[in-house]
């Protein structure tokens, strides 16, 4: 097999973000396959080398804030604005050739990049480079911009029309769910390879440390504790967890959220700890992962429930998390769970978009009793094994470079 090498970009490869994560997936995949990775982003975390961090393509900095309050919201901007666009994008593109040729890259594979425009120079840099050098490249996509309501009305269709997604014949496309693929082909008449998030099944975790993060969340040993490991955006639906928590019957309920990254406004963690004082809700914020003491596996095993009623996902990383760390799942029906995941078997709390007595009283059983779940999750990581794991991905990945005529 030819060994190649990947060239992973994005706009940022740092944190627990789900396109970190899952890019450092593929990223393992790929090198499984006796391939070789190297990374270019915004913002590049230590672990993510050898690679080039251009800090003007990362989605935070203040230029490209400025340029999004600009041209979302309304149809018109100034033109002014415009200019900046073009011309941060002819920066990051002849950086973006540097990379390559000082790298070696044969594939460019965008990460969620050339899908969510929340980078508009960078997306358009990275369409211009793969139409005009045509190197191979496979598009990762996770959010597509007509998935989010943010976005319209704006003042750059043409550029969203160039580059989120960018359609070329040395431009292949991987979906992350079959909704954003079908909708795909009927925009753009692009076809997609189905790559869901993935997990390392055929290797299970090394179980957590619950005292580890109960002492770092200042919790009790008995303190029932509802775990939502998300970041705190509006779409996560953190205000039905503390909904669910007001009415379960345990006053030593607590609920914990492990990511407090506010991409989309402190404002909306400051809402959070408002509405969670109005319902008397006992509400943490413990970050875990890097820069930390406590990683993701302790939060895990100190969950007496992990909860997730998300009203949008691209997938949802952190419902094969709870798979993987075989813990009692509540989740949202949302539009792709209900397409991709549930109907492989999935054994969890079902919510349907709302807090019911009936959802309180099945939450209430399983804390009451967890020989109630063992089987339920036991049965959730055999899914997970057969349709969301590493060798799922790596035969899609393969597929992927036939189609580019690369194997």
Same mark, same amino acid.
């Given at each position: ?30 090198? !499984? ?19 080039? !961090? ?36 002819? !920066? ?27 980078? $508009? ?43 989120? +997604? ?5 431009? !292949? ?99 959070? $700890? ?11 914020? $413990?970050? $875990? ?80 009793? +967890? ?37």
């Amino acid at each position: 097999m030819q060994r190649l090498r990947f060239g992973l970009v994005g706009t940022r490869f740092e944190g627990l973000d789900g396109v970190t994560l899952e890019s450092k997936k593929v990223a393992e995949v790929l090198e !499984a396959l006796g391939h070789e990775v190297v990374w270019f982003a915004g913002l590049l975390a230590p672990e993510f080398s050898p690679g080039t !961090a251009l800090p003007e393509a990362f989605f935070g900095t203040a230029a490209n804030r400025a340029i999004n309050s600009s041209v979302y919201g309304s149809e018109s901007c100034d033109e002014t604005v415009l200019i900046e666009i073009e011309q941060t994008a002819s !920066a990051i593109q002849r950086s973006l050739a540097g990379f390559v040729r000082e790298h070696g890259v044969d594939i460019l594979m965008p990460q969620n990049a050339l899908a969510i425009p929340m980078h $508009v120079p960078l997306g358009v840099a990275i369409a211009r480079y793969s139409r005009e050098s045509g190197i191979a490249t496979i598009c990762h996509h996770h959010d597509l911009s007509w998935e989010r309501g943010r976005f319209w009305p704006n003042a750059v269709g043409s550029y969203l029309a160039e580059a989120f +997604p960018p359609t070329a014949p040395n431009i !292949a496309h991987l979906m992350i769910n079959s909704i954003a693929g079908h909708e795909l082909r009927q925009r753009t008449g692009a076809r997609a390879l189905l790559l869901p998030n993935v997990m390392d099944f055929a290797n299970p975790p090394v179980v957590g440390d619950a005292a580890v993060f109960r002492e770092a969340a200042d919790l009790d040993e008995h303190d029932c504790v509802l775990l939502q490991p998300t970041r705190m955006v509006p779409r996560k639906g953190i205000e039905d967890t503390l909904r669910l928590a007001h009415r379960l019957a345990d006053p030593a309920t607590r609920v914990v959220v492990t990511h407090p990254e506010p991409d989309e406004g402190a404002v909306f963690i400051d809402d959070l $700890v408002r509405k969670a004082e109005d319902l008397a809700v006992d509400f943490r914020i $413990v970050p $875990v992962g890097s820069g930390t003491k406590v990683s993701l596996a302790d939060a895990y095993a100190a969950a007496d429930l992990v909860t997730y009623p998300s009203r949008i996902e691209g997938f949802g990383n952190a419902l094969l998390e709870a798979f993987y760390f075989r813990r009692p799942l509540l989740v949202n029906r949302y539009p792709v769970y209900a397409a991709d995941i549930g109907p492989r078997g999935v054994r969890a709390i079902e919510m349907a978009g709302s807090v019911t007595d009936e959802l309180v009283a099945a939450a209430e059983s399983w804390l009451a009793d +967890p020989d109630e779940w063992v089987e339920a999750v036991d049965a959730n990581y055999e899914i997970g094994r057969e349709f969301f794991s590493y060798e799922v991905a790596a035969r899609v990945l393969q597929r992927s470079l036939r189609d580019l005529g690369l194997t």
